[in-house]
């Protein structure tokens, strides 16, 4: 397994071009990873039978590789299969004066590669780690670790971070210097933030038992 560090800008390939709306793109690591580092659901996109499948699935990531769990497109990744995985943010619906200029604000990063099955045991449990800790920070050393039945049940994919592509658009309608804005209509921004509720507890609790702190402390917090 390569642990070279990548390099802190995004190479531009045939697949991560961008070819339209070029000023949203991005080309520094950082905007991949902060990304990545504000969600938790991806979209694992891979032929399957010969058809297109796209799987929502959780993920976690160290400076290099990203790990997924398998899900059921895990049956047709074997050698090296092409995968694309892609996570997005909704920031805003940006209203403009016409139809035509309407848009959203959004963080989104395209992921591509060939996913590989992670066999090696140490590897396999750091990446479930990694998994667990980056939707619920201090849920590994709360929750019961698998145990060597539930691991060997358990799908883990790597898939590297090395070939990736990254757009982000911000601010407000591009029509406010054009001639619909003798319109007098109002345009603008409706912004867009998910917040993490109040812990709802398992009816099965025994009475009394406490909300974990690192659970407690996100509620209604930001998340994204």
């Known amino acids: 397994m390569n642990h070279e560090p990548l390099p802190a800008r995004l190479p531009v390939t045939d697949r991560t071009r961008h070819r339209r709306l070029r000023e949203q793109g991005r080309l520094e690591r950082a905007e991949l990873e902060a990304i990545l580092d504000a969600g938790f659901v991806c979209h694992l996109g891979v032929l399957v039978d010969g058809r297109p499948v796209v799987v929502p699935t959780v993920y976690g990531r160290d400076e290099r590789w990203l790990y997924l769990h398998g899900s059921v497109a895990s049956r047709s990744l074997g050698g090296d299969a092409p995968v694309c995985v892609t996570v997005t943010h909704v920031d805003g619906l940006v209203l403009a004066r016409s139809v035509f200029e309407h848009g959203v604000n959004y963080r ?14 140490a590897e396999k449990l750091e990446g479930l780690r990694r998994l667990t800790e980056h939707s619920a920070p201090g849920q590994w050393s709360y929750a019961r670790r698998p145990s060597r039945k539930e691991l060997a049940a358990t799908t883990l994919l790597a898939l590297s971070l090395e070939e990736a592509s990254v757009k982000i658009r911000t601010g407000a309608p591009d029509d406010g210097d054009g001639p619909d804005a003798a319109l007098g209509l109002w345009a603008g921004v409706l912004p867009l933030a998910t917040v993490w509720g ?15 702190e690192h659970i407690a402390r996100r509620a209604g917090t930001r998340h994204g």
Request: charged share 15%.
């Open 198 to 212: 109040t812990p709802d507890p398992d009816p099965a609790l025994p009475a009394g038992t406490a909300v974990p």
């Open 108 to 121: 989104s990063a395209m992921i591509h590669g060939a996913a590989r099955t992670v066999t090696d045991p």
